[in-house]
């Protein structure tokens, strides 16, 4: 059977830093940024840079998302809980703003004018609810693109931006099959680039490890259903 997200471990690669990569929070990333936008690959990053809006970067696939578009040349902004700036700016985010500030759409497009390097016209909403679409197309302002996880809400003012829902599932199962190859090649190809280079490297995002093998899952699912993920991946490693 043909896998699109099989890929070869370089020699020495642990696993525990492996596992997040195999997931689903990296291969989303991927489909978002450069699947649906078009952003390049990292050995032909953008000439000039552009400005990148990354709401929720502390989330599992914002931290990818911050890291893949600061490969490819773009300045990122992005928004996360004061605890986790100083991870998103190790990731390559060059601005970082509260989303429980209510001066955050200003803040967001100040720092866009003053840096002048154009407007901001894509965005990857990786949290999309609790109102995240509705201030990440308030941020767009004058048009331009915006990534969702989730389907948007319908009733929503977009205000001349694209709205565009991704799902990491039609590139896993061949339901799309432009989705499926591009996974594929990512993986295959262009992935082990990326590591062979080391510009993903292991430790690159904060693992909460849970190393009680299978036993460990039910409390691991729970962390996850209660919400306490915050700037980390989890990982269950099998004895
Ligand atoms: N479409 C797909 O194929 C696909 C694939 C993967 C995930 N998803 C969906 O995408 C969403 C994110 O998944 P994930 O695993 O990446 O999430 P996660 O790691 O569990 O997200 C937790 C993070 O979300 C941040 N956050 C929570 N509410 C926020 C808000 N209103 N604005 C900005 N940041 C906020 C928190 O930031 P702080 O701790 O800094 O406050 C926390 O770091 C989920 O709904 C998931 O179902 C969809």
Sequence with gaps: MELSRVWLMPQGFPFEDAAPMGGVALS???????????LPFVFEPISSPKPFLVWG??????????????????????????????????????AVFDYNDHEVIAHIQNWVREEGNGP???????????GSVE??????????????????????????????YTLLTTASHRR?????????????????????SGKL?????????????????????????QGKTSGQKLVVLLK
């Excluded at 901001?120 to 609790?130: A, G, N, P, R």
């Design 28 to 38: 989303t990333a991927v489909q978002a940024l450069r699947h649906r936008l078009g």
């Design 57 to 94: 970067g502390s989330s599992g696939v914002g931290m990818f998302a911050i890291k893949l578009a600061t490969l490819s040349g773009y300045k990122v902004v992005t928004v996360a809980s004061k605890r986790n700036w100083d991870l998103v700016k190790s990731l390559g985010a060059s």
């Design 120 to 130: 901001l016209t894509q965005c990857l909403d990786t949290i999309s609810e609790h």
């Design 135 to 164: 201030k990440c197309v308030a941020a767009l302002g004058e048009g331009g693109t915006l990534i969702t996880l989730l389907p948007p809400p319908e009733d929503i003012n977009a205000n001349g931006v694209k709205i565009s």
């Design 176 to 196: 799309n099959v432009d989705d499926f190859e591009r996974m594929a090649k990512w993986n295959r190809e262009i992935l082990p680039k990326y590591l062979d």
């Design 201 to 225: 490297y292991k430790s690159l995002v904060p693992l909460k490890l849970y190393t009680g093998g299978l036993e460990d899952l039910p409390e691991a699912l729970d962390y996850v259903r």
